[in-house]
């Protein structure tokens, strides 16, 4: 997820959170304005100002189909050398909760259309490569990191303000 002002939604990891925020608030923006470690589902959603009840209630109804599950990282993956993330497993709930989300929110393209698929990810961080190496070697170390894949949270931001989360949702 970028820095820039919006609504998204994500699936967040608490005790990967723990295992991995340190690095996260020193290396990806999002950490720093308040979003713990997570998966993100779809980014960016509907403008805050869009959302309607029925949108809430089909998010709900999206939510609520999918069972819990185990969440595992491990290992590190890198896109480019820009971009340290963590690699889920399994991916397929991840990738199934964004192919739904995009189905039904159709208007509002995952990344902005940027990329051609999806890739669920844990973000640890952007910037300097050897920096990102240095957190890459002490994360190794950490893994596997287990995690338990319970909610989503609609998150919003407006401007700089951190982000907020504005609805959690239960996974079925």
């Known amino acids: 997820m970028g820095d820039s002002s919006g609504s998204a939604l994500i699936i967040p ?3 990967a959170d723990e295992a991995v925020g340190s690095w996260r608030a020193a290396l990806d923006p999002s950490a720093a304005a308040g979003v ?3 998966v993100t589902i779809h980014f960016p959603w509907l403008p805050v100002s869009l959302v309607e009840e029925s949108d809430l209630q089909s998010l709900q109804d999206m939510v609520c189909a999918v069972p819990r599950f ?3 990282f491990r290992s590190s993956r890198w896109f480019g050398r820009e971009v340290l993330w963590l690699d889920p497993d399994p991916k ?3 990738i199934a909760l964004a192919a739904e989300s995009a189905a039904r929110w159709p208007g509002h393209p995952q990344y902005g259309g940027r990329f051609d698929a999806v890739v669920p990810h844990l973000t ?3 910037g ?3 920096v990102l190496d ?3 070697a002490a994360i190794e170390r950490l893994l596997p ?3 338990l894949a319970c909610r989503v949270w609609w998150i919003t931001r407006a401007g700089s303000q951190p982000w907020e989360v504005r609805r959690t949702l239960d996974l079925g």
Do not use: Y
């Open 13 to 15: 990891l608490l005790g």
């Open 36 to 38: 713990p470690a997570h």
């Open 70 to 72: 185990p969440v595992t």
């Open 92 to 94: 397929e709930p991840f």
């Open 124 to 126: 640890v961080g952007f």
């Open 128 to 130: 300097d490569p050897q």
């Open 134 to 136: 240095h957190a890459e």
């Open 145 to 147: 990191i287990q995690d």
